[in-house]
């Protein structure tokens, strides 16, 4: 019974298709906030829908020149990282399935949807998915340094605990050193999203989408699933890291609903308050300005630890 | 290093036509550009000729959409100097203010599109929203949101009602605000400086050597403006600056342009303020033979249209130079050195606009070019001596202007 309960929760609730169909709702959010943001009217509430149904029906069309098998595997290998991830973090409250070290599992699986679009942009073989595939690496080695700090920074502030269940326990956001490392991971998740201003990779005007460009028919929709999954899975990452994790039960819902809400909106205020930057600026900005401050904030939590002060 | 090809177009979301730039890069950096057009002919010139002098400038008209008076206003100015007439105050006030109109759309238009280039969709939207108000004015005016059909040979065709004027002047105090509020947006953003400034620099001496016009010269601190160099319309009667920079990067050309459109507002509402009683069209009834230029500032830069008539009713010669055909070889300056993410911006900086620019290319049946631009220019000269020679010619009038004699 306990197997076949799991089983549900992992499959329908709150497991895959339940996150599958938040997702596509956020990113409708997404869309009606920035057309609102815009002056334009924006999509119906099951347009990111109707858009994978349409997708799904389309044909596929496979490049000549490139690698056919891992353009196909390569937008699979984001989808299914991705909805491991989704999956730990949504049934970590009902079931016990956080394990030692689970973190690290799901900081590892958080990059391979950005590896995956390596991947498909490097087997295609088209020049323009080469120039993307090639920012995207740089992108993934700029916003990983800080990303990982960060992370590290709560791990350290738990005492080295690195099960989710120990780290979702406490919210970070009481102290300086929390409340930095979780606007450094909000750029990050930025950047892990490819929004404005780090959309470097896809860039429309520039590469045409970058490694995109070859995709099309159901491959291209699962990119636009697992697109819209890490819209859902990277907020709920931030909230069960930095501030006090999820639970299902109550008025504790709900109060998971507006912290969700909130990094939602913040996350589409910043792509729709910034023109794009050039990847070596967002080299720059990751490396410098928020490494030092990830630093600085580590600093800040010794010094706190070592003397006491709560608020640092 | 290996040099691999980016080609941008012929068909690319970043243009709106058919145009192909050939960029070889290094990596990121791009080492050279090759610009290719001629995807876009529809033989406007030679249509012109068919036509009555009238309905010539309805043709005209649709050469581009943006600049739709522009090319209107240099012909009829053409027209005008076979003739050698002066079209009466009121028509010049009327095309003074429909001219600086279309300016501001057009201007407004760029900014939006160079906000979308870099990724900036909401400046993009707000600004085209923005545009809606000029577009309102000019619907006031002449009915049309674009070709606004208000100019002939002699002056124009439509009176502004005195009934208008108190709309369009709160229309157009509508508009400052915020484009005073979008110059601070952009004078201040720090990403957006990171993105244009030190961008494509054109230099005064290349763009002088490269003859670019308009704000692209402008912005090099190049000061040449029609509108103060020669005399015509109504721009000599009142006070207004020439905004003029001397960086030439992209930031500069979006700063000249932005200024530009607040000189415009100004004139306009001069314009209407001052407007002078009187007719407004001089009912030309013929068109004596003989050739005329017509330059007019357009948005984009000098545009420039000689014709020449045979005594008939319609021109026997068209030719019309639009402000891009100068601009665009500036490329060639701007561009090498710079990374690909900057390319779109260096791009569309200039303004460009092909429909207005677009001459014919020969190819073969796989695409290949068949005669470049040296081979052209050799052919062309070819055809004026042997036409000189079957008219019996021995020296034009515009070769003794090139050459400096009297």
Redesign the interface.
């Known amino acids: 019974m306990d197997i076949l309960l799991t089983g549900v929760y992992v499959v329908f609730f709150p497991g895959f298709f339940t996150v599958v169909i938040i997702g596509l709702l956020s990113s409708w959010v997404d869309r009606k906030v920035t057309a609102r943001v815009q002056y334009r009217k924006g999509p119906p509430l099951l347009q990111p829908f109707y858009d994978v149904v349409k997708l799904l029906g389309k044909e596929t069309i496979l490049p000549k020149q490139g690698s056919r098998f891992m353009f196909i595997l390569a937008p699979l290998i984001g989808f299914v990282s991705i909805s491991i991830v989704a999956v730990i973090l949504m049934l970590r409250p009902l079931v016990a399935t956080s394990f030692v070290g689970d973190l690290i599992v799901v900081v590892y699986l958080l990059t391979l949807p950005s590896l995956a679009l390596i991947i498909g942009g490097a087997a295609s073989g088209n020049p323009l998915a080469a120039q993307g595939a090639s920012r995207e690496i740089k992108l993934i080695l700029a916003y990983e340094l800080p990303f990982l700090i960060a992370i590290a920074l709560i791990v350290y502030k738990a005492g080295f605990k690195i099960d989710l269940q120990t780290l979702s326990a406490t919210s970070e956001l009481g102290t300086v050193s929390g409340i930095i490392s979780f606007i450094i991971v909000l750029l990050c998740v930025q950047a892990k999203l490819g929004f404005v201003p780090f959309d470097i990779a896809e860039a429309e005007t520039e590469i045409m989408s970058g490694p995109y460009i070859e995709y099309s028919g159901p491959l291209l929709s699962v990119f636009k699933i697992t697109q819209s999954l890490m819209l859902f899975t990277l907020p709920v990452f931030m909230i069960t890291v930095f501030w006090g994790g999820i639970q299902f039960h109550g008025w504790e819902l709900l109060w998971f609903v507006i912290k969700y809400v909130v990094i939602l909106v913040l996350i589409i205020v910043i792509k729709n308050t910034n023109p794009r930057v050039r990847i070596d600026q967002a080299l720059k900005f990751f490396w410098g300005f928020c490494t030092v401050l990830a630093i600085i904030a580590f600093v800040l939590a010794v010094i706190g630890n070592t003397y006491g002060i709560a608020w640092l | 290093m290996k040099k691999?090809?980016?080609p941008i177009g012929p068909y690319?979301?970043?243009q709106e036509e058919p145009e192909f730039f050939m960029l070889t890069v290094e990596g990121?950096t791009v080492v050279d550009v090759d610009v290719q057009i001629g995807y876009n002919h529809r033989g406007i010139e030679k249509l012109s000729e068919l036509k009555s002098f009238d309905q010539s400038t309805f043709v005209i008209e649709r050469i581009c959409g943006i600049c739709s008076t522009s090319h209107p206003f240099a012909y009829t100015r053409a027209v005008e100097d076979i003739e050698g007439v002066e079209v009466p105050m009121r028509a010049k006030y009327i095309r003074t203010i429909i001219a600086e109109g279309e300016r501001i759309h057009s201007h407004l238009l760029w900014l939006g599109l160079a906000?979308?280039?870099?990724?900036?969709?909401?400046?993009?939207?707000?600004v085209w929203?923005l545009r809606e108000e000029i577009l309102d004015v000019m619907e006031i005016i002449s009915g049309n949101r674009n070709n606004y059909a208000m100019f002939k040979p002699g002056g124009v065709r439509r009176d502004i009602n005195p009934e208008d004027i108190p709309l369009i002047m709160k229309k157009l105090d509508k508009i400052v605000p915020t484009l005073k509020m979008l110059f601070k947006a952009v004078r201040d953003?720090p990403?957006?400086h990171?993105?244009t400034k030190g961008i494509g620099v054109l230099t005064k001496e290349a763009s002088i050597n490269f003859g670019a016009l308009g704000p692209t010269s402008r912005a090099s601190g190049v000061a040449r403006d029609v509108r103060k160099d020669t005399v015509y319309g109504a721009y000599h009667e009142m006070d207004w600056d020439m905004i003029v920079t001397n960086n030439g990067d992209v930031f500069d050309k979006v700063v000249v342009r932005i200024l530009e459109m607040f000189e415009s507002v100004k004139i306009i509402k001069y314009c209407l303020l001052h407007l002078p009683d009187g007719e407004i069209d001089l009912k030309i009834k013929n068109i004596p033979p003989g050739e005329g230029i017509g330059t007019h500032e357009a948005p984009r830069g000098e545009t420039f249209h000689y014709v020449r008539s045979d005594g008939s009713n319609s021109p026997v010669r068209h030719k019309v130079r639009a402000p891009t055909f100068m601009n665009l070889p500036t490329y060639k300056a701007t561009i090498k050195g710079e990374?690909?993410?900057?390319?779109?911006i260096i791009l569309a900086a200039i303004d460009p606009c092909y429909c207005c620019t677009e001459r014919m290319s020969i190819r073969d049946t796989k695409g290949e070019r068949l005669f470049n631009g040296k081979e052209l220019i050799r052919l062309s000269q070819i055809k004026t001596q042997t036409l000189k020679q079957k008219l019996g010619v021995k020296e034009t009038s515009l070769e003794k202007l090139v050459q400096g004699k009297p």
């Open positions: 691999t090809i980016i690319h979301p970043l990121e906000g979308h280039f870099l990724g900036y969709n909401t400046v993009y939207m707000w929203k953003d990403v957006i990171a993105r990374k690909i993410a900057d390319a779109s």
